[in-house]
């Protein structure tokens, strides 16, 4: 730190009369007080470095050595420290070649009275001071935009991307962005929606800023994350941007939503059994009551009426049956399973089917994955009837079945990929509502049982589909603690 009371000069000439002359200006200077302390060699200079000088005078001539090199030494032990460059005459190259290795500034001799003295020392402080504090600050950036978790780059005003730091290229991907490639490449690319382009283009177009831009974009292996964007002005020609990904807290608000609508559904289940139940007990006991009371003319004459009554009761009462039982937490046998040897044993159940359409299954199993602790008995159910949906949406001869294990964290994920006719955007919301289905046949209640038995084992299920591509399953269970 520099004191505010007393400023340190080290004052390095081989001229004792050229120190004797720089210590007189300085003591006709009253606004600054001045400690000068005087080297008369590049050696005996380097011995001083490290003393609490607040500036450097350096003579160019120093014997047989020049000042140049003691600018070197003064500038390999303190990077910011203020040098002031002494000189017989002005040289051009000298004085650029001193200024290159760091000086502050360079004053000739016998050219500069008190007043220029003290005014060139003061400049050369708090320029030092100035140039010290900003690059501390470049440290700082720099540490925040190496570490950061988050995606963060910086482009130029056309959109150009210049620097990316690694948590961008660990999520959009190497190719996202190289910067010894010859190719440009523009951060609008990554952005999947016209609407959002359109904004960026504005922000050019009207030098704003962005912030919190909900958008689709694209990163690495071609898939797509909802993100929030913020980009702000670094300068005239350069923006930051900062990317946050939403996909983790979308996620979670889908499972806390189907969990709510899980839970509400099975509320209104329960209502409606008791309250269609006692009704078709009565209807029931009346039928019967009907059967035994009348006479065998006028049940001749009504034909089978009251066995029609009878068969949708036991209907009526059947799909209420399957609606409580396919919306309520269930009781779990739970032991340890390998969720590939699951996945593999759901397969088998449905093999028949497979080889009957033709479909190409790739597995994707994480080899060490580990065991889960859960009812193996009605996870396959879950895994067979999603494999089951994923048959029947996939067409014949050309179509691919993907089953994925990895774990991530404390979970076990399980993905289920086909590449079938794909689910409209306005059946997604509704998958798991019971008695929904788009089939000509079908109670609507399979996806209702699979999101039961998932979550009853405390994970979760979410769907991902495109119209035409296909649709993707993804299952996660918590690992054992």
Same mark, same amino acid.
């Given at each position: 730190m520099i004191s505010t009371e007393t400023i340190r000069i080290l004052y390095v000439d081989d001229d004792p009369d050229d120190f004797f002359l720089v210590s007189t200006l300085l003591k006709r200077?009253?606004? /600054?007080?001045?400690?000068?302390?005087?080297?008369?060699?590049?050696?005996?200079?380097?011995?001083?470095?490290?003393?609490?000088? *607040?500036?450097?005078?350096?003579?160019?001539r120093l014997g047989k050595d020049t000042g140049l090199e003691l600018i070197r030494e003064i500038k390999s032990i303190r990077k910011h420290a203020p040098v002031i460059m002494l000189t017989g005459? =002005? /040289?051009?190259?000298?004085?650029?070649?001193? &200024?290159?290795?760091?000086?502050?500034d360079y004053l000739v001799k016998g050219e500069f009275d008190a007043y220029i003295l003290d005014r060139t020392l003061r400049y050369a402080i708090r320029d030092a001071q100035l140039i010290e504090s900003l690059a501390s600050a470049a440290v700082k950036f720099r540490s925040i935009f190496e570490l950061a978790s988050d995606p963060f780059l910086l482009m130029d005003d056309e959109g150009e991307i210049i620097e990316a730091n690694p948590a961008f290229l660990k999520k959009?991907?190497?190719?996202?962005?190289? $910067?010894?490639?010859?190719?440009?490449?523009?951060f609008k690319d990554l952005l999947i929606e016209e609407s959002s382009r359109q904004e960026l283009d504005d922000l050019f177009f009207k030098d704003q800023e962005i912030y919190d831009m909900e958008a689709l974009m694209t990163v690495d292996h071609g898939h797509t994350i909802?993100?929030?964007?913020?980009?702000?002005?670094?300068?005239? =020609?350069?923006?930051q941007v900062l990317i946050k990904d939403l996909s983790a807290i979308k996620a979670k608000e889908e499972?806390?939503?189907?969990?709510?609508?899980?839970?509400?559904?099975? @509320?209104?289940?329960?209502?409606?059994?008791?309250?269609?139940?006692? $009704?078709?007990?009565?209807?029931?006991?009346?039928?019967?009551?009907?059967?035994?009371?009348?006479?065998? =003319?006028?049940?001749?004459e009504s034909g089978d009426l009251i066995d029609v009554i009878r068969r949708?009761?036991? @209907?009526?009462?059947?799909?209420?049956?399957?609606?409580? *039982?396919?919306? @309520?937490? /269930?009781?779990?046998?739970?032991? =340890?399973?390998?969720?590939?040897? &699951?996945?593999?044993?759901?397969?088998?159940?449905?093999?028949? @089917?497979?080889?009957?359409?033709?479909?190409?299954?790739?597995?994707?199993y994480q080899t060490d994955i580990c065991d889960v602790k859960v009812d193996g008995e009605k996870v396959k159910i879950a895994l067979v009837n999603l494999i089951v949906n994923a048959i029947e949406a996939i067409p014949e001869k050309t179509g691919k079945l993907l089953l994925k294990t990895s774990?991530?964290?404390?979970?076990?994920?399980?993905?289920?990929? *086909?590449?079938?006719?794909?689910? $409209?955007?306005?059946? &997604?919301?509704?998958?798991?509502? $019971?008695?929904? /289905?788009?089939?000509?046949?079908?109670?609507?209640?399979?996806?209702t049982n699979t999101q039961n038995i998932i979550l009853s084992h405390g994970g979760s299920i979410r769907v991902k589909s495109d119209v035409g591509k296909g649709t993707s399953f993804l299952i996660t269970f918590n690992l054992p603690g």
């Open positions: 200077i009253t606004e /600054t007080t001045y400690e000068l302390e005087g080297a008369t060699s590049l050696e005996e200079a380097i011995t001083k470095l490290n003393q609490n000088f *607040d500036v450097f005078l350096v003579d160019y005459m =002005s /040289t051009g190259d000298i004085d650029r070649e001193a &200024l290159t290795l760091g000086a502050s959009f991907g190497m190719k996202a962005y190289d $910067p010894d490639s010859i190719e440009s490449f523009f909802n993100s929030l964007v913020s980009i702000v002005k670094q300068d005239v =020609s350069i923006f499972e806390e939503l189907n969990l709510k609508k899980f839970s509400s559904t099975g @509320r209104i289940a329960r209502l409606l059994a008791h309250e269609v139940k006692n $009704p078709l007990t009565t209807i029931l006991l009346s039928a019967d009551q009907l059967h035994m009371e009348l006479p065998e =003319s006028v049940l001749a949708n009761c036991d @209907r009526i009462n059947h799909l209420v049956t399957q609606l409580l *039982d396919s919306t @309520r937490f /269930t009781e779990l046998d739970a032991k =340890s399973h390998s969720i590939n040897t &699951l996945l593999d044993e759901a397969l088998e159940h449905v093999k028949d @089917r497979i080889d009957f359409k033709g479909i190409n299954i790739q597995k994707q774990i991530k964290g404390n979970q076990c994920r399980i993905e289920i990929k *086909d590449n079938g006719e794909g689910i $409209p955007k306005e059946n &997604l919301e509704r998958l798991f509502e $019971p008695f929904f /289905t788009s089939k000509a046949t079908g109670s609507g209640l399979g996806l």
